[in-house]
């Protein structure tokens, strides 16, 4: 069983930087299709960035250039650095997890969520 422990969420002002971090246990971390996800207050959850076992990486439009996703197979650890952060940016981040071949296909495993807030 994988488990998931989000940190490093915090309130910042716009134009700031935050980097969170997710630990991952209870699996070989290498072999697991690391992804973040969001949901902002009366909004639906949505990708915002994904990377691959080997490291390819993936990212929801209104993120790209801003934030960076990378993982540190040696620490089993999720990061994703965000910077020039918006009000937008608001939500709940969750880290997830899943096996799957090719890293295609639904995530199995969340952690408990992270709160981002950035004020204007």
């Known amino acids: 069983q994988v488990q998931l422990v989000e940190s490093g969420g915090g309130s910042v002002q716009a134009g700031g930087s935050l980097r969170l971090s997710c630990a991952a246990s209870?699996?070989?971390?290498?072999?697991?299709?690391m992804g973040w996800f969001r949901q902002a207050p009366g909004k639906e959850r949505e990708g915002v960035a994904r990377i691959s076992r080997s490291g390819a990486t993936t990212y929801a439009e209104s993120v790209k250039g801003r934030f960076t996703i990378s993982r540190d197979n040696a620490k089993n650890t999720l990061y994703l650095q965000m910077n020039s952060l918006k009000p937008e940016d608001t939500a709940i981040y969750y880290c997830?997890?899943?096996?799957?071949?090719?890293?295609?296909?639904?995530?199995?495993?969340w952690g408990q969520g992270t709160q981002v807030t950035v004020s204007s």
């Open positions: 209870g699996y070989i971390f290498d072999r697991l299709c």
């Open positions: 997830a997890a899943h096996s799957r071949t090719f890293c295609v296909g639904a995530y199995d495993y």
